[in-house]
T-cell receptor
Framework: DQQVKQNSPSLSVQEGRISILNCDYTNSMFDYFLWYKKYPAEGPTFLISISSIKDKNEDGRFTVFLNKSAKHLSLHIVPSQPGDSAVYFCARKTQGGSEKLVFGKGMKLTVNP | ETGVTQSPTHLIKTRGQQVTLRCSSQSGHNTVSWYQQALGQGPQFIFQYYREEENGRGNFPPRFSGLQFPNYSSELNVNALELDDSALYLC????????????FGSGTRLTVV
């Protein structure tokens, strides 16, 4: 069972501070983890990904860290902006067969001005 | 470059009825996946179509079926609707095997009463 878990349902931070969103997984076989952002009434939007051969991937204000020994990854947003307020999903792309995404339950991030 | 469009945006059906949801893929994408997002949950994989053939299926009963057309647009059909089918249905297109970025539509909100 390729579980992806986001254990915290919500996070509130002040504008300009760092937001750290966490994700745990239970299976070591994967190609990529991806982070998606979702605003109300819109579909999920791809944010950033990381492959199994990397420990870190950075794109502007967004950095994803992968700790394979702990089966844990995190998304860092620095500095956080009010427009970052959304629901964030961690997802893994499965190996073999059809390339489907397995999503966590999501975390609602609120960035206060 | 056009994105993924889904229709209708909202739909109310009665238990036992049948429903068809539609999706137009992003230009150049030949793979379409459908996801169901229940309230408070992450999207769950229903099935995927690649070049008009089903290319993988999640844990959904046979009353969930689909089609992909030569222009790569797609339909999701659900027969004998149940109350638990109430959810946001998301369509995602991608560029085929090996491409890890999925473009999602805004979804169809289905309510079964």
């Amino acid at each position: 069972d390729q579980q992806v878990k986001q254990n915290s349902p919500s996070l509130s931070v002040q504008e300009g501070r760092i937001s750290i969103l966490n994700c745990d997984y239970t299976n070591s076989m994967f190609d990529y983890f991806l982070w998606y952002k979702k605003y109300p009434a819109e579909g999920p939007t791809f944010l950033i990904s990381i492959s199994s051969i990397k420990d870190k991937n950075e794109d502007g204000r967004f950095t994803v860290f992968l700790n394979k020994s702990a089966k844990h990854l995190s998304l860092h947003i620095v500095p956080s902006q009010p427009g970052d307020s959304a629901v964030y999903f961690c997802a893994r792309k499965t190996q073999g067969g059809s390339e489907k995404l397995v999503f966590g339950k999501g975390m609602k991030l609120t960035v206060n001005p | 470059e056009t994105g993924v469009t889904q229709s209708p945006t909202h739909l109310i059906k009665t238990r036992g009825q049948q429903v068809t949801l539609r999706c137009s893929s992003q230009s150049g994408h030949n793979t379409v996946s459908w996801y169901q997002q229940a309230l408070g949950q992450g999207p769950q994989f229903i099935f995927q179509y690649y070049r008009e053939e089903e290319n993988g299926r999640g844990n959904f009963p046979p009353r969930f079926s689909g089609l992909q057309f030569p222009n790569y647009s797609s339909e999701l059909n659900v027969n004998a609707l149940e109350l638990d089918d109430s959810a946001l249905y998301l369509c995602a297109s991608s560029g085929g095997q090996g491409y890890y970025g999925y473009t999602f539509g805004s979804g169809t909100r289905l309510t079964v009463v």
